[in-house]
């Protein structure tokens, strides 16, 4: 049961980040660039570093469950950003 409940809280975070990517795609800021892809380049960005600092963040600095740290990081993040189809 326990891995089923893992396995939720990554598919809703990886919704929610899914969701937040597509968002961010298909906003205005996205049509000023159109010489080169921005919108990728700054979730890219944006979300190697968040990864880096949450995993630490959630890890060390403050209690969390592993079900919300699995969900924010593997879930949201790795859908949010292309981490998900280097891995």
Avoid: C, H, W
Wanted: proline share 3%; charged share 10%.
């Amino acid at each position: 049961m326990e891995f089923l409940t893992k396995v939720l809280f990554i598919a809703g975070g990886g919704a929610a980040g899914a969701v937040a990517r597509y968002l961010l795609n298909v906003s205005p800021l996205a049509k000023l660039f159109t010489n080169f892809p921005f919108p990728t380049f700054f979730v890219n960005v944006a979300g190697s570093f968040l990864i880096g600092f949450l995993l630490i963040f959630l890890t060390d600095k403050v209690q969390v469950s592993d079900n919300f740290r699995m969900m924010v990081i593997v879930g949201f993040l790795g859908s949010f950003t292309t981490f998900s189809t280097f891995e």
